[in-house]
């Protein structure tokens, strides 16, 4: 079960009385506004944009946004959701204005190809067992992160908000703008998505491997 | 009974915590008989574990520094 995990990322109570003292005058609390964010920040923008400099060019813009109109944000314990929206939509508006001559839409559908008859996943390989001996660390990580980013941009998304950000299901509603039926469709799609992506990864058996990820075995049999 | 349908449809929620008691019953009875599903149930809940580290996805190098830099800019333009 996922919610084992613990959820790091939840600042938002702590906003509050800095966004007082910003619009008080004290503009240097900026700094630590958004400190606990930044990271997050930067990963959405660059889940929409695949291109460093370009997301932190929209981080940036997002920040100018936040900076000037912080007075504006009526409910100040929600200034993450508020922020994240802010960084979303200045790094669609980047998208555009830097693909507007490719194919891939931003919005794009959740029309995977398998239309509305189950095929179920594509490949069923067990590969629970475990990653090719080559896989280090490093190079799991970089398989992830390359298996996100070969699929679409609304399921990179909701993966991001959802797995990696470990956002609640009413914080990625608001970011998203979308309903709960939504998130869920989407998320349950980019889940089976991204396994399938990452399944030529994983091949040969070496336990060893993921015992050592960070003190536990994740490919062990799961309880039940 | 339940299929593999099913039981792939209700993956994510699944993992979530977020069906049925029922439904979760019904689910880890035909896991546990299901090679199939239980290797796509094992191996996607062992992705989304890795996902949530937080050294999946990092940020560049120096990019806290810039982004603070411009801060930095903001607050001396709104100082003069």
Not at chain 1, 180 to 208: C, D, I
Request: hydrophobic share 35%; proline share 4%.
């Amino acid at each position: 079960m996922m919610n084992e995990q613990v959820n790091t990322a939840d600042h938002g109570t702590e906003a509050s009385p800095l966004i007082q003292r910003f619009l008080a005058g004290e503009q240097d609390v900026f700094h630590e506004l958004i400190r606990p964010f930044e990271r997050m920040y930067y990963r959405q923008a660059f889940s929409i944009l695949r291109n460093q400099q370009d997301a932190e060019d929209a981080v940036q813009q997002a920040i100018v946004r936040l900076f000037t109109r912080l007075d504006q944000l009526k409910e100040t314990e929600r200034f993450k959701q508020w922020s994240m929206r802010i960084v979303q939509n200045e790094a669609k508006l980047l998208w555009r204005k830097r693909r507007q001559n490719q194919f891939e839409s931003i919005d794009e559908s959740e029309d995977d190809g398998q239309g509305g008859t189950f095929r179920g996943p594509r490949d069923f390989a067990d590969w629970r067992d475990l990653p090719s001996e080559a896989a280090e660390k490093q190079e799991m990580r970089a398989a992830l992160a390359r298996a996100v980013e070969s699929l679409p941009a609304s399921y990179r998304e909701i993966l991001l908000l959802r797995d990696v950000e470990q956002l609640n299901m009413a914080e990625t509603m608001e970011i998203l703008g979308v309903s709960e039926a939504t998130v869920k469709t989407r998320l349950h799609r980019a889940r089976l998505k991204l396994r399938e992506a990452l399944a030529p990864t994983f091949g040969m058996p070496q336990p060893s491997f993921w015992e050592r990820w960070k003190g536990m075995n994740p490919w062990s049999p799961a309880r039940r | 009974m339940v299929t593999c349908k099913t039981i792939i449809g209700q993956l994510s929620d699944y993992l979530d915590g977020n069906v049925s008691a029922e439904m979760r019953d019904k689910i880890e009875r035909h896991l546990r008989g299901c090679r199939r599903c239980s290797a796509v149930y094992d191996s996607t809940r062992k992705m989304l574990v890795i996902m949530g580290d937080e050294e999946v996805f990092e940020v560049p190098e120096g990019y806290g520094t810039r982004l603070h830099s411009f801060v930095d800019s903001l607050v001396a333009k709104g100082k003069s």
